[in-house]
């Protein structure tokens, strides 16, 4: 049995896990959806003891990190002992990176940053498959979380799942050939990638696509 812990990007809950955490569940497994602390001056560092905190003793431990989410769950597998360590339309940064250094985040009050409107008509491409009254329980994310710098230890990490939403499998082996930001701190000793084409949301788009590739890559532990 596994206990998957899922962190959710900026602006969302554990709530948006809803429908990927019950597939999960009904499969025999242990699932924490974390909310973040979104409270006004909330760090990085906040985020990734949350994380840490949630892993507590379990033996099979797999962190699931989505967009923002992908920092804590890297800064808390530096120092934790995990089986698997999967991003969802993510990639694990580098030492001394924010996420404002590879996506500058707008915050009109210098404290929050807004969220978006969610809805397609704006970005086809990003909100693909959504309707903005699934993001009614959205808040705006603390400011300094997206300023803080991610520290690690050590460049080694555990086996790595990338499962690309707004990408195509093929572009994200040109990004990562290429070293985009986006996967600079990915270990290219052991990592998969894997497709599932929506928005940048598919917990909310294709929950029960999601909960399937996540149960996938959590089976081939080992391999």
């Known amino acids: 049995m596994t206990h998957f812990i899922l962190v959710p990007g900026m602006w969302l809950g554990g709530w948006a896990w809803d429908a990927v955490a019950a597939p999960l569940r009904s499969a025999g497994h242990d699932v924490t959806a974390l909310s973040l602390d979104l409270r006004a001056g909330a760090t990085l560092d906040d985020h990734i003891t949350q994380v840490t905190a949630a892993v507590a003793d379990a033996a099979e431990v797999v962190l699931v990190g989505h967009s923002y989410g992908g920092l804590p769950v890297r800064g808390a597998a530096d120092f934790l002992k995990v089986s698997r360590v999967i991003y969802v339309d993510s990639g694990p940064l580098p030492d001394g990176v924010s996420q404002a250094d590879v996506s500058p985040p707008a915050s009109p009050d210098g404290v929050f940053i807004p969220p978006p409107s969610f809805d397609p008509a704006d970005d086809p491409v990003q909100f693909a498959g959504l309707h903005p009254s699934q ?89």
Do not use: K, N
């Not at 690690?152 to 040109?174: E, K, M």
């Open 135 to 223: 993001f009614s329980r959205a808040v705006p994310h603390p400011l300094a979380s997206a300023l803080s710098p991610l520290r690690l230890s050590s460049a080694a990490q555990p086996p790595t799942d990338l499962i690309c939403s707004t990408f195509a499998v093929a572009d994200v082996h040109q990004m990562i050939d290429g070293d985009h930001p986006f996967f600079a701190g990915l270990d290219r000793g052991d990592y998969r990638v894997h497709e599932l084409p929506t928005g940048h949301w598919p917990m909310l788009s294709r929950p029960a696509d999601l909960a399937a590739v996540i149960l996938f890559c959590a089976g081939r532990h080992g391999d």
